[in-house]
C-alpha cells in the first residue's frame, strides 16, 4: 500500500494498541500484525496516522489515563502501570509532555 497501511491493518493495529496499553508494545509485534517489516510498517503507520508509532502509543498512553484521572481517585503508581508506563516518573514526563500539566496537576483541575 503507497499511501499508508491498509484500512484492516490499520484498524488491527489500532485495536491492538488499544486492548494492550498496559503492556509492552514493540515495533516487531505491531508490524506483524500488519505483515510488514518494521522498517517498511514504521513508513506506512507513519503516513496513515501522522505520527511514529511509538509516539502514536504514548499518546494513547496518556489519552487513558487521562480518562483514568477523572474517573475515580486511584493512585498516580497504579495508574502508570494500568496505562503501560515503566514507572510513575516515566508516566508523570510524558502526561507532562504531551498535555502541559503533571498528571496530579490535571487531576486537580
Known sequence: ???GLSPAARRRVEDYVEAHLDQP???PDLAGLSGLSTHHFARMFKASFGLPPHRYVT???VEKARRLLKDGL???A???LDC???SQSHFSNCFKSATGVTPRGFRNL
Open 1 to 3: 500500500v503507497r499511501g
Open 25 to 27: 508494545l514493540t515495533l
Open 59 to 61: 499518546l494513547r498512553r
Open 74 to 76: 486511584s493512585p498516580l
Open 78 to 80: 497504579e495508574i502508570a
Open 84 to 86: 503501560g508506563f515503566s
